[in-house]
């Protein structure tokens, strides 16, 4: 059973930091397609960025690009997202997707199939 287990999150303050994990079991094959998504409340869920496992690439969202970095630790089946230069706008509950290869870097849900449960980040300005 595929599982996507998220931790990190919190609340902070406007221009602080924060930094989310998202770690992957129950597959075999590490080559996967990984992103996070964001929702803030009332709003339709939106892509932040992601990244192959098995590609030298990451693709960002533009606005948090600068700001947000996404990195893997491959071995572990680990992905992270520190997010510096907090702003209010970026509060809500983040998720950390996935499908496995083959697969799609894409910024639609759709083309994800395993969601890890959401954590939420509270911006105070």
């Known amino acids: 059973q595929v599982r996507l287990d998220v931790s990190g999150g919190g609340s902070v303050q406007a221009g602080g930091s924060l930094r989310l994990s998202c770690t992957i079991s129950?597959?075999?094959?590490?080559?996967?397609?990984m992103a996070w998504f964001r929702q803030a409340p009332g709003k339709e869920r939106e892509w932040v960025g992601g990244?192959?496992?098995?590609?030298?690439?990451?693709n960002y969202a533009d606005s948090i690009k600068g700001r947000f970095t996404i990195s893997r630790d491959i071995p572990k089946k680990t992905m992270y997202l520190q997010m510096n230069g907090l702003k209010s706008e970026d509060t809500g509950m983040y998720y950390c997707?996935?499908?496995?290869?083959?697969?799609?870097?894409?910024?639609?849900?759709?083309?994800?199939?395993?969601w890890g449960q959401g954590a939420q980040v509270t911006v105070s300005s």
């Open positions: 997707t996935a499908s496995f290869f083959p697969c799609r870097l894409t910024s639609l849900r759709s083309d994800y199939n395993y």
């Open positions: 990244t192959y496992t098995f590609l030298n690439t990451i």
């Open positions: 129950g597959h075999t094959d590490s080559r996967s397609c």
